[in-house]
């Protein structure tokens, strides 16, 4: 059994790595700024439009019980509530918030371009994703067959949908990978690859592994398909 790390080639290529982790920074900097740019303009925006700057703030009342201040001073503080007022949230604010969905998917897009990545340790395979990271021994986990859906030629015109074959191994309790059996550009993952994944499901005792095991040294060494006949 083969104890060193067995990096799987799962993922995108490098530059489609580094190309979707800066669209993916570019789209959380997009709603960043939406989220902030209302906080930053919007004393400028009820000052254009009108806001009574002899209004005292609630900083410079507090203290004073409201019983004691003016009727139009009391007026003049309680418009400016939360939602409306200088020294409240204000809906310019609030419209910003719409941001912040767009500024998480952005930095999702970004971990999840740098981060994806499976290895083999022994019979230990690992399978990182944008936010997380699971183990499952292939050598005890329950395997079954999968399938995987892909873009070959993304964002040219011959761009086009693919289905490839998957393992899926689940433990006892209830970790779950999936890992693809095809490779960064190429129809299936290398052969030695293919091998070490051979090779850890050969200690499993269920039998719909070692026949997975079986499929996986022939797509090995057939890897167009082809068998001798």
């Not at 986990?141 to 998957?166: D, F, K, M, S, W």
Request: charged residues 15%; proline residues 7%.
């Amino acid at each position: 059994m083969i104890s060193e790390r067995q990096q799987l080639s799962i993922g995108a290529p490098p530059a489609q790595k580094a190309l979707g982790a800066v669209f993916g920074v570019l789209f959380a900097a997009a709603g960043a700024a939406f989220t902030l740019l209302p906080f930053v303009v919007d004393g400028w925006l009820q000052h254009a439009f009108g806001a009574d700057e002899s209004c005292p703030t609630s900083a410079e009342v507090s203290g004073i019980p409201p019983e004691l201040l003016p009727p139009s001073v009391r007026e003049c503080i309680a418009d400016g509530s939360w939602f409306a007022g200088a020294d409240g949230f204000g809906p310019w604010r609030l419209i910003g918030l719409l941001g912040i969905p767009f500024m998480l998917v952005g930095l999702y897009l970004a971990a999840g371009a740098l981060r994806t990545a499976a290895w083999l340790e022994g019979s230990r395979a690992t399978v990182r994703t944008a936010l997380r990271t699971r183990t499952v021994d292939l050598a005890t986990a329950t395997v079954t067959p999968g399938a995987t859906t892909y873009r070959r030629n993304r964002g040219t015109a011959g761009e086009t949908t693919v289905q490839a074959p998957a393992l899926i191994a689940a433990d006892a309790t209830g970790t779950r990978i999936t890992i693809p059996l095809h490779a960064m550009g190429l129809a299936q993952l290398p052969g030695p690859q293919l091998r070490a994944l051979a090779e850890a499901l050969g200690g499993n005792p269920d039998q719909d592994a070692r026949s997975m095991a079986v499929q996986l040294r022939t797509m090995a060494d057939h890897p167009l398909g082809l068998t001798n006949r």
